[in-house]
């Protein structure tokens, strides 16, 4: 049984299959209806479960899309839709949504519940967001990279600015799987997980952790973002005025190589964390990083139910 809570339950050469059917799957459907299914519809029958404890805009029309075009169907769920809300355990749960459906993504307010669900289910199940990690947002932004680029990831130098949040963690899990290389510049406060760095520098990532906007983004090819308050953070002023250093402006972006990308995952907060001048200037990939998050899951699904090998 297949699930994709982490980037590192697909791996490096799963990683790299799913980016490359990607890549396929959005060149395919090149002037075609967006509601219209793929050659094959190589998901034909199968129901994918989404269920949302917090709320979501690209992950929730993501998924969706992504199973319609892959000929499937979604039941979208949230979360006091269920008896979860009323007592009912995330086992039984489980246990009765893999008897309904093929395959269930959840965005859970607490990572060991999501992972408490897969260990239970018979099915795949997909980490949608939660605390911890966003490892479909992560493949989405690969894949805008390599697009951008023309070439893989391997070898890019990024820098991620801000908040060491759960996307600069998938970030920070893919720079060990994919090899390439990630400055992360943040609020000593607010600093990533030492255990999720560590891990990817065993991998042999070169993962720098830094509190210095310039230094992070200095020759970077990838410069990425997030909001400063994220769903659940009780300390929103606190936040902003620790972190008005490290907003993506054009002073900022010009240190890094010329050309470079903007990322950023959205929703934004337009004038913290990111200048309008940045988000929709030339360098901004923010729109198609946002259309990927459809291919990347759908790539995801058809790794999940064994349609792209080992």
Not at 90 to 100: C, Q
Not at 267 to 296: C, F, K, L, M, Y
């Given at each position: ?74 039941i ?52 949608g967001l ?7 947002q ?30 600069a ?33 065993a ?78 200037g ?29």
């Amino acid at each position: 049984m297949r699930h994709f809570l982490t980037l590192a339950d697909a791996g490096p050469a799963a990683l790299r299959r799913i980016l490359d059917c990607a890549h396929a799957l959005k060149a395919a459907r090149a002037g075609r209806p967006k509601g219209a299914a793929d050659d094959g519809a190589r998901l034909a029958g199968r129901v994918l479960a989404a269920i949302f404890e917090r709320p979501s805009t690209r992950t929730r029309l993501s998924f969706d899309i992504a199973m319609r075009q892959l000929g499937g169907g979604t039941i979208t769920l949230a979360a006091g839709d269920l008896q979860l809300g009323r007592g009912e355990t995330i086992h039984d749960t489980a246990r009765v949504m893999s008897r309904m459906v093929d395959a269930v993504v959840i965005r859970a307010r607490a990572h060991a519940d999501l992972e408490a669900f897969a260990a239970a289910a018979d099915v795949p199940v997909i980490n949608g967001l939660t605390e911890r990690a966003h490892p479909c947002q992560a493949v989405a932004d690969l894949m805008t990279v390599e697009e951008r680029l023309g070439r893989p990831v391997a070898g890019t130098r990024w820098a991620w600015l801000g908040d060491g949040n759960n996307v600069a963690r998938s970030l920070i899990e893919a720079a060990g799987l994919m090899g390439f290389a990630l400055r992360v510049a943040t609020p000593p406060a607010y600093a990533p997980d030492a255990g999720v760095v560590a891990a990817a520098r065993a991998r042999g990532a070169a993962v720098e952790t830094m509190d210095d906007p310039l230094r992070a983004v200095a020759g970077a090819d990838v410069v990425a973002t997030d909001t400063w308050v994220s769903m659940g953070d009780e300390d929103a002023a606190a936040r902003r005025r620790a972190m008005e250093p490290f907003q993506v402006n054009p002073m900022l972006m010009a240190a890094a190589r010329p050309g470079a990308i903007f990322l950023h995952c959205l929703p934004a907060h337009r004038g913290e964390e990111v200048t309008d001048s940045v988000i929709d200037g030339p360098q901004s990939a923010v729109w198609d990083e946002a259309e990927n998050r459809v291919h990347a899951q759908k790539a995801i699904l058809l790794w999940l139910f064994g349609h792209l090998g080992d």
